[in-house]
């Protein structure tokens, strides 16, 4: 399956807002009051230092081809503004030179009218201190038009599932692990997507008079993205007692389903 054109009209759907996975790629299209919207989650810049550090392995840098397939898809889709669901870096504390300098190169390759927003996310730190150019918003979320936006590491801000059709986070890595009939076996990385349910929220006071927690008829579509970084590991979500990162999952979403990047429809996560 071929990418959009830069030009072409992203589709609407009465169970999604104007959101389009872009085909093969762990990013979508969006439609935010007349702008173009890209969206990206956990880039994780810097994450072979961590390996590293974490578990004594060396793993050579992938920086630079991980800008290039940003910047690539960049090109490709022609976005008004790149919206980053979170953990853009991946040191948790203050990134050393290497992730620093990975950010830093980064943002001067892409385009200099690309407006760019950061759904800060658990692994950022202190970035709004030191990154130029990017407008840092909180991890917990914000609303922008009908889209609801947040990392995924903590709870949503209320703001973000009011008034919206659909809710993107990132944060958890979700992925499959497949199996064929003489035991071979891969991990895929994949989207979930769904609908938030009262489930996981009813308990807590700050989302008290969501209209969806009593009409589920109204209940904002859920998109977890899967992680840009293909280092990052993640959840895999159809495998029994494996449990999810996010605090409002599994219990938050459902009728949930698994997508490849290619589209390929999985079905019920649960089940696969």
């Given at each position: 399956m071929s990418p959009p054109p830069a030009d072409a009209?992203?589709?609407?759907?009465?169970?999604?807002?104007?959101?389009?996975?872009?085909p093969d790629e762990p990013a979508a299209l969006a439609r935010v009051?007349?702008?173009?919207?890209?969206?990206?989650?956990?880039?994780?810049?810097?994450?072979?230092?961590?390996?590293?550090t974490e578990r004594g392995v060396t793993v050579p840098s992938r920086a630079e081809a991980r800008r290039e397939r940003l910047v690539s898809l960049v090109e490709r889709t022609a976005p008004d503004r790149l919206v980053i669901l979170g953990d853009l870096m991946h040191a948790?504390?203050?990134?050393?030179?290497?992730?620093r300098g990975e950010l830093e190169v980064l943002f001067e390759t892409l385009p200099a009218g690309l407006e760019t927003t950061l759904v800060k996310g658990n692994h950022d730190g202190n970035i709004e201190s030191w990154l130029e150019g990017v407008e840092v918003v909180a991890g917990s979320g914000v609303r922008l038009g009908r889209l609801g936006v947040c990392h995924g590491h903590t709870w949503p801000d209320p703001d973000a599932l009011t008034?919206?059709?659909?809710?993107?986070?990132?944060h958890e890595h979700p992925c499959v692990r497949l199996e064929d009939d003489v035991g071979g076996a891969r991990i895929e990385?994949?989207?979930?997507?769904?609908?938030?349910?009262?489930?996981?929220?009813?308990?807590?006071?700050?989302?008290t008079g969501l209209e969806?927690?009593?009409?589920?008829?109204?209940?904002?579509?859920?998109?977890?993205?899967?992680?840009f970084n293909d280092l990052a590991g993640g959840t895999w979500v159809n495998l029994s007692g494996q449990s999810f990162l996010s605090p409002f999952l599994p219990a938050g979403i459902?009728?949930?389903?698994?997508y490849l990047l290619d589209g390929t429809r999985l079905g019920p996560y649960r089940s696969i």
């Open positions: 009209p992203v589709r609407e759907s009465a169970y999604t807002p104007p959101l389009e996975p872009v009051e007349g702008e173009r919207v890209l969206l990206i989650a956990d880039y994780h810049a810097g994450i072979e230092v961590g390996i590293r948790i504390g203050d990134p050393g030179g290497a992730e008034g919206v059709d659909v809710v993107c986070f990132g990385r994949v989207w979930l997507r769904g609908r938030l349910a009262a489930d996981g929220f009813t308990d807590r006071e700050a989302y969806w927690l009593t009409d589920p008829s109204a209940a904002p579509a859920a998109v977890c993205v899967p992680a459902t009728g949930a389903e698994a």
